[in-house]
């Protein structure tokens, strides 16, 4: 084997640097005590991950840990004995706890929010990475999905994120979500560090991942830090929950559009523990009793996880989730012949594996992780045609970080390889490619005062095609006027981002969903672009918080499709420059009984396509290229104005809520007419006494028209009972109350209007066991 691969250098230092350390595990011996708990909010009773938890015996610190996803923590070697367990977090007061040995229970450790008395006002510090103010970043715990109404008594990550301003969706179906300025393809998706593909499902708003499964969810809509890379508009980074290692546990749920199961399951007690999870769609075969009319979709997802303690300073995790879907977009079709050959199918799966070490005596964490993740696609467009397009990656991280009190320090290595296989159909060859690259990352949190926090990073990656090497900066800053505990807090963030591979699809047709990805062109740079981000975020009361954020993203070299005379023909693109620019508004009440939100966000898109050669998305190409000139136009997501309003009202066991939405018009390219246009070999020719022709399209000015605007309600009302052994929850909804007809798409097949989902009303139940 060559090392002259970066990726190649990079397996070799991994396993000079953890080869000894994996050989060298070994389990506990049996006559080892362990001592194992949790960290929570003492009033939320919400698990703190990220805990520091250090064991103190007499004057000396024996071990220390950082706790997991849901706040919990185990060493193990320990002799019997009288320990002091001290457990701290950012904005939290520091607890500590006098535990005697053996001890047979967990270890509960309760932190009390920080407070400080400001004008006679009590005012909560922000948690450290789960809810303090960082401009671009949204934190999502389990507690807040279920405040947005769903039609699935389980609720769903994808529900949520069409509630935050600058989050886009062209529709309810096919699973496209457009982030600030930014396209599907420009999202990175990850889940426990795999990359997913396409993470959400063909009914718009569920994602690939059950809601019970998720511990937390990071949702960076720019100027994300330097450990994230290969994408340049947002990244939404989920963490999953370990299963409890002390019992078996679990829920089932059922309601017209997805049903599922959860089970929890304790491998080997309080050492390890394995999550399984199942969902499966159910409304393509109740619909039409429920609606009177066809929804052709299937989707569903399998999830696998298995956690385990080696000992008291490393772990071990691996991660699986397969997804499918099928579906049939454009079911309005007026040919039901025509409507069931336009299919399309997609299928995720992730496979991924991490260790975690953690010293003794010295407050470092190390990682090591692999990951694999794939995506199939499938898209019939004709009887006779059938594009395909596969993609496939390989990930390498190794990754350390300084735990220096309040500082932190990050860094590590880390190297990728994609492989890509697709055919766009109607005779056209496959085409089978790769590309990768590696290079490495440094990122701190310096906290110089109470006031300020700054987190410099820089990102070096040497990519093998478009620019061989880039240095990417990034910084991030938080201002507190007040110091810890201020009403105010301003925040900053401002980044360089590149990304090598590029995914193609159609976009003057927002059912075509098919996507392609590949390499960016030989010769070309990179995509790339730069964000600046501002916000401000106020708390004049405890219960009651406003926030405001400008952004701007200047994007290059992006590639975008060419308009083509033929219906449905992908075959060649341009590159084009643009620019998202914005602001969103939020205003958020949280008191014990009830949560109000409501945004506004204001964006502008524009982009711009010097004069220039097509490109065939071929590598080799198909023919000769086109000379295109100049073009500014603002593409098909660029949604102008954005009003949202959430409510969950909770007076006992009874919860109700409601989400309204309201968009403004997308943009969209109208159609003059359709004619029939012959190839002659010969100009003498009477080839065209017997030759049927091609259908062709003529196209007005690109993007030049304006769909209607889009607004939605959607309630449930919900009744929770407690039994000795399970709880169970009821729910009851309705998807879309005064059934609006907002539209999905013009089908270009038929001249049809083709709308978004109808009134759907939905019963669910769900049972969780203790």
Not at 229 to 255: F, L, P, Q, W, Y
Not at 303 to 329: E, I, P
Not at 675 to 699: K, M, N
């Amino acid at each position: 084997m060559s090392f002259r691969h970066p990726l190649h250098r990079l397996l070799l230092i991994g396993l000079v640097v953890f080869g000894p350390v994996l050989l060298g595990i070994g389990l506990d011996s049996a006559h080892a005590q362990v001592l194992r708990g949790r960290v929570i909010d003492a009033e939320s009773g919400d698990g703190l991950p990220g805990a520091t938890v250090l064991v103190i015996r007499g004057t000396e610190r024996v071990a220390g840990n950082v706790a997991d996803g849901d706040g919990r923590f185990r060493f193990s070697g320990l002799a019997g004995g009288t320990y002091v367990l001290e457990a701290s977090f950012v904005g939290y007061e520091v607890n500590r706890t006098t535990v005697q040995l053996p001890v047979d229970e967990p270890v509960e450790i309760r932190l009390a929010p920080t407070r400080t008395l400001l004008e006679e006002l009590i005012v909560e510090s922000q948690r450290e990475d789960s809810e303090r103010y960082v401009a671009g970043l949204e934190t999502i715990r389990p507690g807040d999905l279920a405040r947005v109404p769903m039609p699935d008594v389980t609720y769903d990550l994808a529900g949520y994120l069409l509630t935050l301003p600058g989050v886009v969706a062209t529709g309810d179906r096919g699973g496209q979500l457009f982030v600030r300025g930014g396209t599907p393809t420009q999202n990175l998706v990850l889940l426990d560090g795999m990359r997913i593909f396409q993470p959400f499902h063909v009914v718009g708003f569920y994602s690939a991942f059950p809601a019970d499964i998720i511990a937390t969810t990071d949702v960076y809509a720019g100027g994300f830090n330097a450990r994230y890379g290969g994408r340049i508009s947002s990244v939404i980074d989920i963490r999953t929950r370990n299963g409890s290692k002390e019992h078996v546990s679990g829920s089932a749920s059922i309601a017209p559009f997805m049903s599922g199961i959860r089970l929890e399951v304790p491998v080997l007690k309080n050492e390890a523990s394995l999550v399984l999870s199942a969902r499966e769609s159910i409304i393509d075969r109740v619909a039409p009793q429920l609606l009177g009319e066809e929804l052709p979709f299937q989707f569903g997802d399998r999830f696998a996880k298995f956690h385990a303690y080696l000992n008291q300073t490393s772990s071990v995790a691996f991660t699986a989730l397969r997804t499918s879907d099928t579906g049939y977009l454009n079911s309005g079709d007026d040919s039901d012949v025509l409507a069931e050959v336009r299919r399309s199918t997609w299928k995720n799966e992730a496979y991924g594996g991490r260790y975690l070490y953690i010293p003794e005596d010295a407050a470092v964490m190390s990682e090591l992780s692999v990951y694999y993740s794939s995506l199939e696609s499938r898209y019939r467009q004709t009887e006779d045609e059938i594009r395909v397009a596969d993609v496939s990656e390989f990930v390498l991280n190794i990754g350390f970080t300084y735990l220096l009190g309040a500082n932190q320090i990050n860094f590590g290595i880390f190297g990728n390889t994609n492989f890509f296989d697709f055919s766009l159909g109607r005779g056209r060859s496959q085409v089978s490619t790769g590309v990768s690259s590696g290079g490495g990352f440094f990122e701190a949190r310096w906290v110089p005062s109470e006031y300020l926090q700054l987190e410099p990073g820089v990102r070096i990656e040497a990519f093998s095609r478009g620019l061989r090497r880039t240095i990417a900066p990034r910084a991030r800053l938080l201002f507190l006027p007040g110091g810890t505990g201020s009403r105010h807090k301003l925040s900053l963030a401002w980044g360089r981002y590149h990304q090598q591979i590029v995914g193609l699809n159609n976009e003057q047709d927002v059912s075509d969903v098919f996507t392609v990805w590949t390499a960016s062109p030989r010769g070309t740079p990179v995509p790339r672009a730069i964000h600046y981000i501002a916000g401000w975020q106020m708390r004049p009361v405890r219960w009651l918080e406003l926030s405001v954020e400008g952004y701007r993203k200047d994007l290059s070299d992006l590639s975008f499709p060419v308009f083509s005379d033929e219906v449905g023909v992908l075959a060649e693109f341009s590159q084009v420059n643009g620019r998202a620019e914005g602001v969103d508004l939020k205003t958020e009440v949280t008191t014990r009984w009830l949560y109000f939100s409501a945004t506004y966000g204001h964006s502008k898109v524009d982009y711009v396509r010097p004069v220039q050669r097509s490109r065939a998305i071929f590598l080799a190409g198909t023919g000769q290229s086109i000379l295109l000139p100049r073009l500014e136009f603002n593409p098909p997501h660029d949604r102008r104005h954005q009003l949202g309003a959430t409510m969950r009202l909770t007076i006992g066991s009874w919860a109700f809520g409601s989400r309204w939405q309201f968009g403004s018009g997308l943009p969209f390219t109208q159609v003059n007419g359709y004619y029939t246009g012959l190839e002659l070999d010969e100009p003498a020719s009477d080839q065209f006494l017997d030759d049927v022709g091609t259908t062709l399209v003529s196209r007005a000015q690109p993007y030049g028209g304006r769909m209607p605007t889009y607004h939605r309600l959607d309630v449930t009302l919900e009744h929770k009972v407690l039994l000795r052994q399970a709880d169970l929850t009821f729910q009851a909804g309705v998807i879309n109350v005064y059934d609006r007809a907002n539209i999905f798409e013009y089908n270009i097949f038929s001249g049809s209007r083709v709308d978004q989902l109808p009134l759907i009303p939905s019963m669910g139940i769900r049972v969780d066991m203790r």
